[in-house]
């Protein structure tokens, strides 16, 4: 049977669609359990994640270049493709939601210190427990922002509907 867009349903992206895509949230988790780890994992937790989004935005790189083999404008339409889909995974999976995780684990250590009695240890637990309670809140907004920000700065310069999908 010959695969239409009528007979073939939408292809699964490993990396939007799969157990993988969690691999991007990894320097978060990271930065849930730096109270309690040491920096050196933290920043392999950032190495892990950045692999992913650099797997990601190649994949996307691949995809395009697959589909525009005959296209004049192939390089251009491939390099839109990597770097939307690098600048939107790195602000996005990396860099945004990893500072946010950051500051509220910080935070609350801090908050936790000036307002309990509790030792230390038990407040480092807390601020892991907090931080990694967080991750779920922040995904949504985070994603829209950058959105948002790509809609309005970067994607203005290769026009619209260029979007990494």
């Known amino acids: 049977m010959e695969h239409t867009p009528e007979t073939h349903s939408k292809q699964v992206d490993i990396y939007r669609d799969?157990?993988?895509?969690?691999?991007?949230?990894?320097?978060?988790?990271?930065?849930?359990f730096r109270a309690l780890v040491p920096v050196s994992a933290v920043w392999a937790s950032?190495?892990?994640?950045?692999?992913?989004?650099?797997?990601?935005?190649?994949?996307?790189?691949?995809?395009?270049?697959?589909?525009?083999a005959e296209d004049h404008g192939k390089a251009s339409r491939v390099a839109v493709a990597?770097?939307?889909?690098?600048v939107w995974q790195a602000l996005a999976s990396v860099a945004i939601p990893g500072f946010t995780i950051n500051?509220?684990?910080a935070a609350s250590l801090f908050l936790l210190g000036k307002t309990t009695r509790w030792p230390l240890?038990?407040?480092?637990w807390t601020t892991t427990a907090i931080g990694l309670s967080t991750i779920?809140?922040?995904?949504?907004?985070?994603?829209?922002?950058?959105?948002?920000l790509l809609d309005s700065s970067l994607r203005k310069l290769y026009g619209e509907g260029e979007k990494h999908e």
């Not at 190495?47 to 589909?67: H, I, N, P």
Request: charged share 25%; net charge positive.
């Open 18 to 32: 799969t157990w993988v895509r969690f691999l991007g949230y990894a320097n978060e988790v990271g930065e849930a």
């Open 46 to 68: 950032y190495a892990v994640a950045t692999a992913y989004v650099s797997a990601d935005a190649l994949d996307k790189g691949r995809k395009a270049a697959a589909a525009h």
């Open 82 to 86: 990597v770097v939307d889909t690098f």
């Open 103 to 105: 500051r509220v684990c």
């Open 121 to 124: 240890p038990v407040r480092k």
């Open 136 to 148: 779920p809140f922040i995904i949504t907004p985070i994603d829209r922002s950058v959105d948002f």
